[in-house]
């Protein structure tokens, strides 16, 4: 595990120095996270690396999980695809089986915190046992179009909350409570992001029987329909029709996502006809990940919703060619033609490609400019930077806050 | 070379961070951003005319605010873009002053270009309004006198330069930056009170600022 000072080198002096301040201004306070997941997703993955930072910063934070069965993360996987607009088909006893896991969860687990921060909306019902406490609410999906009905059943725990946390403007809702805007960040000395020996790149590009003897075009993602791999075949498929390319499909699975296996053998079947397509499942294998995105000519993200593309981030950190959809965080992260290519379409997805493959220049420039946009804004010390704000938020109501 | 004169005051150099808030209010065309800018709160207001400053600190001279890009980039509004991009921040002394100088070229425009009050943003590209919640933290930087300025204008974060430049002269309604007014309050020295204040700082990076800054109080120092 990282130690902060090691951050003074990517971030600058100053900004450890901010951080330790606020650090100060919270010490006795118990910052309590909970979530549905301890491995796999983004939001593990960031309370992974930033409860122990927390606390070298002299700041208490733990971290619980709920528990819930098959049938609840089934119910919990419709409601998520619900939340980000996809038709689902929901039933009465889906929100029963929600409500009486919620309820097993609020008997069983103890809410402790001075600030119980919960995160996604698996465990939002636990508000329910509220007591003086702070409680904010973090939510990780883009809610810009949700299904009402699913919405509104979240909405009489969302209220309940003293704030709730948003990745970006247009999940905005009108709330009765306090709405904060705080992106997610990646950390640039985990596995998944710090520099590679080649040699390390080299074996597992061999690994996994990739060569480079043609352009290789990346999509690093959980087999999510959401993230649309099909989406990526099509996209490729045109692209090689000019370009002699290969495909780099590859993720892991989130233990509270059923549906991945059933996604990752329709991916499987597209792609069996063609040896350029290399289809990966990597479970929580952060080194190789960030092996194969080091090792790629263009980072592809071509999601139909995205909470906020940390996939994205990463790829923008090692300085790589992005195409992108335009769609939740992304927009944040990518200014078009800037820091990378934004597409809303399987043909604008191919013909951003093929322009980055035929333009290595314009490619260079554009993943050069995107590493600075992250440095400056989505790396975890800003992160740590924004939840401690928001700590201190909770007891302040105005706008401007004399420490 | 002589003792450099010691102040009245030291000056204590603060540094402030912030968070940005959601509001939930958006528009969607020119006569619905007029009108919750006319009633947005200030932080709000101060939010989108000044967080360009900070997100591209090193790289853009002529940062525009979220308005004029808004305009430009999503209704297709280039000539009033411009308008709102030109406004020149310097001269406001308050968010209110600020606030209705934007809310009129919007009026005046859309009086003489009706038309432009029919364009809809795209799903999900609407104006989002959200604002700044500061915070005010004192820093261990204190400077006695100029020379002990200059050392800490080095030493101290941006967050802290665009503190005492931007946010205690318009948000703090201060009518100047705090450097000038310590120079000038405490220094007795109104030469180079007006030098710094003089600087428009709307037109140069962060990093610039503090070059710039830190070159006007050497040689005055020199002098």
Known sequence: MANIEEYIPLVGQAVIDDLRLLAGRLKGKVIQHINST???GGVAEILNRMIPLLGQLGIDSRWDVIKGGEQFFEVTKKFHNALHGKNTDIRKEDFEIFLETSRKNIEGLNTYGDIVFVHDPQPVALVNKRGANKWIWRCHVDISKPDKRVWEFLMDFIIRYDAAVFSAPSFTHRLAIRQFLISPSIDPLSDKNRELPQEVIDSVLKKYGIKKDKPVITQISRFDRLKDPLGVIQAYRQVKKRIDCQLVLAGGGAADDPEGLQVLEEVRDEACRDNDIHVLLMPQNDMEVNAIQRASDVIVQKSLKEGFGLTVTEALWKAKPVVASSVGGIPLQIT??????????????????????????YARKLGENGREHIRNNFLITRHIKDYMLLFLALYHEEDIIYL | MPEPMQTKEPFRFHTRLHLSELTGLKASNLK??????KTAPGSSIYHHT??????????????????AYWVTNVLGEKELGERLASIDTIEFLTIRDLRNKIADIIQGYLAANPSAGLRFAGEGEQFYFVKSVSF?????YVAHNLREFADALNMITMDSIYFHIFEARLRLEKKTNDFSLWVETSLGDKELARSISRLDPYTRTLDNLRKTLIGLVTRHIKD
């Open chain 1, 38 to 40: 301890s491995v796999g």
């Open chain 1, 336 to 361: 078009n033609k800037y820091s990378g290519l934004l597409c809303h379409s399987v043909d604008g997805a191919a013909f951003a490609i093929k322009q980055l493959l035929n333009s290595p220049a």
């Open chain 2, 32 to 37: 619905q951003l007029l009108e919750i800018i």
């Open chain 2, 50 to 67: 000044h967080r360009f400053l900070q997100q591209h600190m090193y790289l853009s001279p002529e940062p525009p605010n979220d308005f």
């Open chain 2, 136 to 140: 005010v933290i004192p820093t261990n």
